[in-house]
């Protein structure tokens, strides 16, 4: 039994069975510690009823979505959970997450903004399964390793039409034929995102944008003229030698030296330099 098994204990021998029974659903009682963390004003370990929803945690207990920002979804389970998007923020959290494509598991909660890319998350979970894998079973060894190679591909702009199904046909094939836990919910993450952002993963392969401005190979960095005061500060940190500009006059990036560092959006004072 893991730790909170354990810590719930004292309180069965101290109350009875009946008084944890009496909190929770019909079908999932008792209480459940969530690792509140990411884009929320209070993070931290919380212990509600089961059946409390995602609204009430993040938003009543959390505080909301921290520096004013807009939620987009939040990951329930860890590395092996799921990313639920926001027509889910009214549902009962309890053990029948797996319906919606979620899991409690160890109750890893992280909040996510406008500003995380659904891809490069997967593709972040996905290669710390790859290698948490023993490699006893095929299905998982080379199957998660080929799911991370195609996302991998996706985020650095090299995404093919046919990924998508792709991803689905594997993650599927994954899950039905590997012969432990971590195979069998090792997709969770892709599967999810899929279901639930699939017009973020279209941008990526389609149009090759990253709506969030997360995926390097994605971005465009382009200074805008009207706002430009030729101070030469984007000039003097670009490592790469990609903008240009004579004194006095708007400056301008070179799309094939720039290597999407950021640096000159951080250090323009104007607000001059736009990502996109």
Not at 95 to 120: F, H, N, P, Q, R
Not at 155 to 170: N, P, T
Not at 234 to 256: F, W
Not at 257 to 268: I, P, T, V
């Amino acid at each position: 039994n893991n730790v909170e098994t354990l810590a719930n204990i004292p309180f069965l021998i101290r109350f009875g069975p009946e008084k944890f029974a009496s909190m929770g659903t019909k079908e999932s009682r008792g209480t459940k510690v969530f690792a509140l963390a990411g884009s929320v004003k209070n993070t931290g370990l919380v212990e509600v009823p089961l059946g409390t929803t995602l609204r009430e945690i993040i938003f009543d207990i959390g505080g909301g979505i921290k520096d004013n920002k807009q939620f987009k979804g939040v990951l329930i389970g860890g590395p092996s959970g799921g990313c639920l998007s926001e027509q889910f923020l009214d549902l009962p959290i309890d053990y029948d997450l797996a319906k919606v494509g979620a899991m409690m598991g160890s109750g890893g909660l992280i909040v996510l903004d406008e500003t995380t890319c659904m891809v490069e998350l997967a593709r972040y979970f996905l290669s710390f399964t790859c290698q948490e894998s023993c490699g006893k079973c095929t299905p998982c060894r080379e199957g998660t390793t080929r799911l991370l190679e195609i996302l991998e591909r996706i985020v650095e702009g090299k995404g093919e039409e046919g990924d998508l199904k792709r991803l689905e046909s594997l993650s599927q094939n994954i899950i039905d034929t590997s012969l432990c836990g971590l195979g069998q919910s090792a997709p969770n993450p892709v599967l999810a995102a899929l279901r639930y952002f699939r017009p973020e993963y279209e941008m990526h392969v389609r149009k090759k944008i990253c709506p969030a401005g997360v995926c390097k190979a994605l971005l465009n960095f382009k200074i805008l003229a009207e706002k430009c005061k030729a101070c030469g500060l984007c000039r003097k940190h670009c490592p790469v030698g990609a903008i240009t500009g004579a004194k006095r006059q708007p400056h301008r990036i070179d799309p094939e030296k720039c290597d999407q560092c950021g640096l000159c959006l951080e250090k323009c004072p104007f607000q001059a330099i736009i990502k996109g």
